[in-house]
């Protein structure tokens, strides 16, 4: 038994190793040459995206409300060798929002407009870009916060893959969507949800 499951072990490491080499082999940094600019990106599903949209070749500016929270991520992605820097910003002021522009909403609906608004003539002038807005799954189906392991199993048993999300699995979903692979793709949707309920 114990052969078995050591041998188990090995070949579970061993796939993994071939999984992320092949892929790693087939990405081939297809962000190379590009600028990624990430707004709330110092923990969670932003700092995963940040991460991911370095390690696929963008040059990545990252950001947040507080000084010491993009000085720890910027020295966190950077000690991973990944090209990043970061500045502070608070996407609901106009000086703020400006001065991360020239780097490289009212919250939620106003301020994605005007963060927007102010991307798109850089985009412009570099002749391409990608726009990739991120919310919460409970825009469609809001749900309760889990503050227990009741509440929690409840949810993941909701859930058609029966495990709740990681902010990496929202990670690759938009560094596919800001590569040349993606550049007929605009105006979509696209739900990283696990499975819930996902439609108005």
């Known amino acids: 038994?114990?052969?078995?499951?050591?041998?188990?072990?090995?070949?579970?490491?061993s796939w993994k190793s071939i999984r992320m080499?092949?892929?790693?082999?087939?990405?081939?940094?297809?962000?190379?040459?590009k600028v990624a600019l990430v707004t709330a990106s110092t923990e969670g599903i932003g700092l995963a995206i940040a991460r991911r949209l370095a390690q696929d070749g963008a040059?990545?500016?990252?950001?947040?409300?507080?000084?010491?929270?993009?000085?720890?991520a910027v020295a966190a992605l950077q000690g991973e060798g990944l090209s990043v820097t970061g500045t502070v910003c608070h996407v609901g002021k106009a000086e703020d929002r400006e001065r991360l522009v020239?780097?490289?909403?009212?919250?939620?609906?106003k301020a994605t407009a005007l963060m927007t608004k102010a991307v798109v003539?850089?985009?412009?002038k570099r002749g391409s870009g990608s726009i990739v807005?991120?919310?919460?799954?409970?825009?469609?189906?809001?749900?309760?916060?889990?503050?227990?392991?009741?509440?929690?199993?409840a949810?993941?048993?909701?859930?058609?893959?029966?495990?709740?999300?990681?902010p990496e699995d929202c990670a690759g979903i938009v560094s596919f969507l800001c590569s040349e692979d993606a550049s007929y793709i605009t105006?979509?949707?696209?739900?990283?949800?696990?499975?819930?309920?996902s439609h108005l």
């Open 1 to 13: 038994m114990y052969k078995v499951g050591l041998l188990l072990g090995v070949c579970a490491r």
């Open 21 to 33: 080499a092949s892929s790693k082999v087939a990405r081939r940094d297809p962000l190379a040459n």
């Open 59 to 72: 040059r990545v500016v990252i950001s947040s409300r507080k000084q010491q929270n993009v000085d720890r």
């Open 102 to 109: 020239a780097m490289i909403l009212d919250i939620n609906v």
């Open 121 to 124: 003539p850089e985009m412009e």
């Open 133 to 153: 807005i991120v919310a919460s799954i409970a825009a469609y189906s809001p749900f309760p916060l889990w503050m227990d392991e009741a509440r929690e199993d």
């Open 155 to 166: 949810i993941k048993e909701a859930l058609r893959i029966r495990r709740l999300g990681k």
């Open 187 to 197: 105006g979509e949707t696209v739900v990283v949800g696990g499975g819930a309920p």
